[in-house]
């Protein structure tokens, strides 16, 4: 079981920058796929960003690239988003996730899930 924790949302104006950060529990953190995704008020959750195991690789939604990076520490188990450049339509609770496998990451499906935290940004 991997626990999840998420950091670092709030309220932000457009044109600002935001950090968001994940805390895992779990010791094998760097087998896992990490990601972050997002739900809109009244929208389906939605894929924003992935970093493979074993430090294969990013992956970024096209709505959010250019303007968001993530990283992962996997000595610490933390992965975070940096999210700059924000604009109001990326309003919308965040959730970290893992996943041994970056298919389901990519689907939507990760297996673990943190519990979310909202990101405002206003006009």
């Known amino acids: 079981q991997v626990q999840l924790v998420e950091s670092g949302g709030g309220l932000v104006q457009t044109g600002g920058s935001l950090t968001l950060s994940c805390a895992a529990s779990?010791?094998?953190?760097?087998?896992?796929?990490m990601g972050w995704f997002r739900q809109p008020p009244g929208k389906e959750r939605e894929f924003v960003a992935a970093a493979t195991r074993n430090g294969g690789g990013t992956y970024y939604a096209k709505a959010v690239k250019g303007r968001f990076s993530i990283s992962r520490d996997d000595a610490k188990n933390t992965v975070h988003l940096q999210m700059h450049s924000l604009k109001p339509e990326d309003t919308a609770v965040y959730f970290c996730?893992?996943?041994?496998?970056?298919?389901?990451?990519?689907?939507?499906?990760?297996?673990?899930w943190g519990q979310g935290t909202q990101v405002t940004v206003s006009s």
């Open positions: 779990e010791r094998t953190f760097s087998t896992y796929t």
């Open positions: 996730a893992a996943d041994p496998l970056l298919g389901r990451v990519a689907d939507v499906v990760p297996e673990y």
